[in-house]
């Protein structure tokens, strides 16, 4: 994904809601290269969208990366033979993701974000195990929206 495709999928998916939730909402994403874009960072601007100011190297503080964990966890083993198979399963693990296992996650987040700060933006227990040689999740680039 680029930061053409990110910009779309914000028009597409997170604008609807973001217009609904009204202002004084904030935008929280990652410093990933495609969401730290010029390009990225004036179609915000230009609609007005107020961004989280994100530390660098800070996974910790994103509950999705530990969604991501248990994501390829679950995907382990199971082949698949194209990418709508693909798929087609990480959406059907996707579902089978508890609510209870979000409510835990958001729960963290002040545990997380005092260990960020007691280490000064290095990692923390919390930082992702299952990562891939490239740093990020092989179920990364599925598309969720809520």
């Known amino acids: 994904m680029d930061h ?19 202002r004084g909402i904030t935008f929280q994403q990652d410093n990933d290269p495609k969401n730290t874009s010029k390009f990225v960072k004036d179609w915000f ?9 994100w ?9 999705i990366e530990k969604v991501w964990e248990e994501l390829e966890k679950r995907m382990t083993g ?4 194209n990418v709508d198979e ?5 959406a059907e693990e996707w579902d089978k993701i508890l609510q209870s ?6 729960d963290s987040m002040q545990r997380r974000c ?10 923390t227990k919390y930082y992702g195990a299952a990562r891939n040689k490239k740093g990020g999740h092989k179920c990364r680039n599925f598309p969720i929206f809520f």
Do not use: C
Not at 45 to 53: A, G, P
């Open 4 to 22: 053409h495709v990110y910009k779309d999928i914000l028009e597409s998916k997170i604008l609807p809601h973001y217009k609904a939730m009204g």
């Open 45 to 53: 601007l230009s609609r007005r969208i107020r961004v989280m100011d």
């Open 55 to 63: 530390p660098s190297q800070s996974p910790d503080l994103n509950p």
């Open 78 to 81: 199971k082949r698949t033979r």
């Open 86 to 90: 693909n798929y087609q399963k990480l």
């Open 101 to 106: 296992v979000i409510d835990t996650l958001l």
């Open 114 to 123: 005092q260990a960020v700060i007691d280490t000064r933006d290095f990692a």
